[in-house]
């Protein structure tokens, strides 16, 4: 099956500061999503973004799925920012319109 | 539009009890699944369905079942409850190969 790989898996911010998570994967996609789940457990959505760039806030998204990759921009990080961030992929055709989740990256923001 | 509303959202079974966590959405979408959160293990899907009355097998649907009577309910089934049942569960909903929403999730612990 598809490997969704995350990098980097864990990240101390102090607050303010800017951020970049990226998310590789192995093979053609026709979705991606950003979530961010919070200490909660809340898995919240930030984008949909099987291609292209959005921007939401702070928060932006870029992927290129012609290489293969998609990247998540936090600008002037909050301590609510702080959690893990997942990427999904689905693949053409996959039974179910399953999505496979990477391992996630845990953020850490610092006040 | 409450999006995608689980119950309950903790629960504590003894072995070989049964239970059933509810899923509803009102967004009217057709595609319905649920995944469970192991740490260190990411999403893995249990069970989904493409609508009313169809159901079939995600990668880990062993000791788990699922009916879909309606579009807007899609429930699952713990038949004899086992420790290695223990995680986190989370259903979700999409129109289409689109964006897909989670509910809150449910903590299950199997003791």
């Known amino acids: 099956g598809i490997q969704v790989e995350q990098s980097p898996p864990d990240l101390i911010l102090q607050e303010g500061a800017n951020s970049t998570l990226r998310c590789n994967f192995s093979d053609s996609v026709n979705n991606l999503q950003w979530f961010h789940q919070n200490p909660w457990g809340q898995l919240i959505n930030l984008f949909y973004?099987?291609?292209g760039t959005k921007q939401n806030g702070r928060l932006s998204a870029t992927t290129v799925a012609t290489e293969r990759y998609s990247l998540l921009y936090i600008s002037s990080s909050q301590t609510t920012d702080s959690g893990v961030y997942f990427c999904?992929?689905?693949?053409?055709?996959?039974?179910?319109?399953?999505?496979?989740f990477g391992g996630g990256t845990r953020v850490l923001v610092k006040p | 539009n409450a999006g995608v509303t689980q119950t309950p959202k903790f629960q504590v079974l003894k072995t070989g009890q049964s239970m059933t966590l509810q899923c509803a959405q009102d967004m009217n979408h057709e595609y319905m699944s649920w995944y469970r959160q192991d740490p260190g293990m990411g999403l893995r899907l249990i069970h989904y369905s493409v609508g009313a009355g169809i159901t079939d097998q995600g990668e880990v649907p062993n000791g788990y079942n699922v009916s879909r009577s309606t579009t807007e309910d899609f429930p699952l089934r713990l038949l004899s409850a086992a420790p290695s049942q223990t995680s986190v569960y989370f259903c979700?909903?999409?129109?289409?190969?689109?964006?897909?929403?989670f509910g809150q999730g449910t903590r299950l612990t199997v003791v």
């Open positions: 979700a909903s999409r129109l289409g190969r689109t964006e897909a929403f």
């Open positions: 999904a992929v689905g693949r053409p055709k996959a039974a179910g319109n399953k999505l496979t």
């Open positions: 973004i099987p291609s």
